[in-house]
């Protein structure tokens, strides 16, 4: 197969030269195909809990009122906490039809009361966006997660605690939805808010930077990706000790991140650049239809649109 398609179109190889970010995005994407065969990561979706999004605002709402000061005195009520819970524990069992309810009658009161611009209101958009993102209704979610975002930047400003929780989501649901490009600064960004508040060493910092290796992993960006991980693992040993499940787990990313390289340059090896240049030369075309651009060997179709 690969043979026959590169013989179709000779000019590939000039292209892939051309090309190098569409050839380094598949050869992330091959990588990952490995590490998700040999076991990198032993969960169904490695984005589903990486970080815990809104129940880390939940900690943040239950802190002192002196460290809740510091972090912009906005504390998420009981109240939102008991309902969280209540939806999170509909959601794990599938009864959507209770949970999706449940939070719109919820917004709605908040709304009534005390106006659409109130962080109340944007802690609960939050949560209705990760019911959304687990029935994968991600263009909802999508959203909803931009409309808190917006509010809580503008009511408890750009570096608050709950703003980096929204743009972890944010990155997440990207990172679902394979839009890993777009996913990267909104990480990077939680990250820096998290650094500021918490401290270059904190455990939470450190979950940030494995949602951060992994959205490099999966754009190539190996290096980084090492980095990442070291850094986190260093956090995890310092912090909780070398006996933390987190350590463990870190190292044996690390370790799987390696076998999966290597597998891929193996696979590289035995099939020559050619399967390396074709997935990238199909990624590309699939992503040039979305944007009505035009690839070589491909052609332009009116009304495509992306997801």
């Known amino acids: 197969m690969i043979v026959s398609f590169l013989l179709r179109f000779p000019g590939l190889e000039t292209w892939g030269l051309k090309n190098k970010a569409a050839v380094k995005e598949a050869w992330g994407l091959c990588v990952s195909l490995q590490a998700e065969k040999e076991g990198l990561d032993d969960r169904k979706d490695p984005f589903s809990s990486l970080f815990p999004g809104e129940d880390d605002d939940q900690r943040h709402g239950s802190q002192s009122p002196s460290v809740a000061a510091q972090q912009g005195g906005y504390e998420i009520p009981a109240r939102l906490r008991t309902l969280h819970n209540l939806v999170i524990q509909y959601a794990s069992q599938g009864r959507y039809e209770v949970a999706v309810p449940l939070c719109k ?12 611009s109130h962080p109340d209101v944007a802690t609960m958009l939050n949560i209705l966006a990760l019911v959304y993102r687990d029935q994968n209704k991600y263009k909802e979610a999508t959203d909803l997660l931009n409309d808190a975002l917006d509010i809580r930047e503008q009511t408890l400003g750009g570096e608050h605690p709950a703003v980096a929780a929204t743009l972890n989501n944010l990155a997440v649901l990207y990172g679902k939805r394979g839009k890993y490009t777009e996913a990267e600064p909104l990480c990077k960004r939680a990250l820096e808010i998290r650094e ?43 912090r909780l000790g070398p006996d933390d499940p987190n350590v463990a787990k870190t190292k044996n990313n690390l370790v799987r991140l390696g076998e999966a390289v290597r597998s891929a340059m193996a696979l590289e090896d035995s099939t020559g650049s050619g399967f390396i240049l074709m997935l990238a030369y199909f990624c590309s075309y699939s992503r040039a239809r979305a944007t009505h651009r035009v690839v070589p060997g491909g052609k332009r179709r009116r009304g495509d649109r992306g997801a």
């Open 196 to 238: 500021k508040v918490l401290g270059t060493n904190h455990p939470d910092v450190a979950k940030q930077l494995n949602n951060l290796a992994l959205l490099c992993q999966n754009q190539g960006k190996f290096e980084e990706v090492e980095q990442y991980y070291q850094r986190a693992l260093h956090i995890y040993q310092t």
């Open 105 to 116: 009658q919820a917004l709605e009161d908040l709304e009534k009361s005390s106006g659409h």
